[in-house]
């Protein structure tokens, strides 16, 4: 009897299939042999794997206090399927806590602590410890502080920026920006945070999280004097700021405390809520002012602390409702879907990352 050839797949068949997988599969996939271990845990093959956008699952981590929880949930399933449940298995040293988390990039989340700043990627478990910047480790609480985490393609760095001042000072107000380079493994200080030809510093009440979009880091801010709020941005490869006005129509019709900003589609987008009623701009050509358009009004009635935070490809939008749950509007503003996430009635945070196997430059071994 004639013995049947073992099939046999070339290696680089093997790893075309592979870079098609989820990420949750590829770290179940690590234990099938010592060849896929080595394969799934080459950064080249984790980079690939991230530029496939198609196999990576954008969610949301969501961090409540009472009682402390971590959770990563498919926000999408979540709410197209009631039955589907958030993940509250992932684990961060109790070191951490508490923890602001402060953005997020290529699968990794920035988080902010009262001593130290680490990098976490919640799909690997993989979290590198970072030193906190010399003013935040001199002045602490004593100074208001704006964070930012982004990626700079054209040097394959990550860095941490950091926008503060001191409000106890308004005489001699003036505005530090600093940066952390994941490959330098320093601080180093932006001595001039003034706009070019405009000559203006800043001021913030509200710290959110830096946007990342389009290569920059984005912030709502209002200039020291003239109290008029506008977007400053922080480009990661050029490696200084810009500034970019709000709509015309837009300024002094909103309280700094109801306006976000967001990524709409394509487009830098900005949200504001007032009296029960969501409003959209879009900016269609990046830092031309004329390009604004409002493109959404509609509203959500009793709904508390509406904030959109992502929008599907047919062009729904979905945002959190008070820290708790998340809601999904079609483009008319009639709810699609709801439903709640966190038991702590104090709300928790909230930031949305992409999954993936990255690791961080010099660091290729998962924790």
């Known amino acids: 009897m004639e013995k049947k050839a073992t099939p046999f797949l070339p290696l680089e068949m093997i790893i075309q299939i592979l870079l098609w997988l989820p990420v949750k599969s590829l770290i179940r996939f690590k234990s099938v042999c010592k060849l896929w271990f ?44 009631g039955s589907a449940s958030p993940n509250p298995n992932l684990w961060l040293p109790q070191s951490y806590f508490p923890l602001q988390m402060k953005g997020s990039c290529r699968g ?68 530090h920006l600093e940066i952390f380079s994941l490959t330098d493994n320093t601080w180093k200080k932006i001595e001039d945070t003034r706009i070019p030809y405009r000559g203006h510093y800043y001021y913030y009440y509200y710290p959110k999280v830096g946007l990342l979009f389009n290569g920059a880091i984005h912030w709502l801010v209002t200039h020291h004097g003239s109290s008029v ?25 909103h309280c700094v405390s109801d306006i976000g900003l967001w990524v709409f589609g394509e487009f830098l987008s900005l949200w504001a809520m007032t009296d029960g009623i969501v409003e959209i701009w879009v900016m269609k050509q990046f830092t031309v002012h004329y390009s604004w358009t409002k493109t959404h009004v509609f ?10 935070i992502y929008s599907t490809k047919n062009g729904d939008i979905i945002g959190t409702i008070d820290g708790t749950g998340l809601v999904k509007y079609n483009g008319q503003g009639q709810m699609l879907g709801h439903c709640s996430y966190c038991d702590d ?23």
């Open 38 to 81: 080595s394969v799934i845990s080459d950064p080249n093959f984790a980079n690939s794997h991230f530029l496939l956008a198609q196999t990576n699952s954008t969610r949301i981590v969501s961090i409540s206090a009472a009682p402390p929880q971590i959770r990563s949930i498919d926000f999408e399933a979540l709410l197209n399927d």
């Open 108 to 175: 990794f989340i920035f988080l902010h602590c009262s001593s130290n700043n680490y990098l976490w990627n919640p799909s690997t478990g993989f979290h590198k410890q970072i030193p906190l910047s010399p003013i935040d480790s001199r002045f602490g609480a004593y100074f208001h502080y704006l964070y930012g985490f982004g990626y700079d393609q054209s040097r394959d760095d990550y860095l941490v920026v950091l926008l503060s001042y001191d409000p106890a000072v308004p005489a001699h107000f003036k505005s």
């Open 229 to 253: 709020t506008v977007i400053v941005a922080f480009d990661l490869m050029e490696r200084k700021l810009l500034e970019i006005s709000l709509p015309y129509s837009f300024v002094g019709h």
């Open 299 to 308: 509203p959500i009635g009793a709904i508390p602390y509406f904030s959109p």
């Open 345 to 367: 009635p104090r709300g928790s945070q909230v930031v949305m990352y992409t999954e993936s196997l990255l690791s961080l430059p010099g660091d290729h071994e998962q924790v």
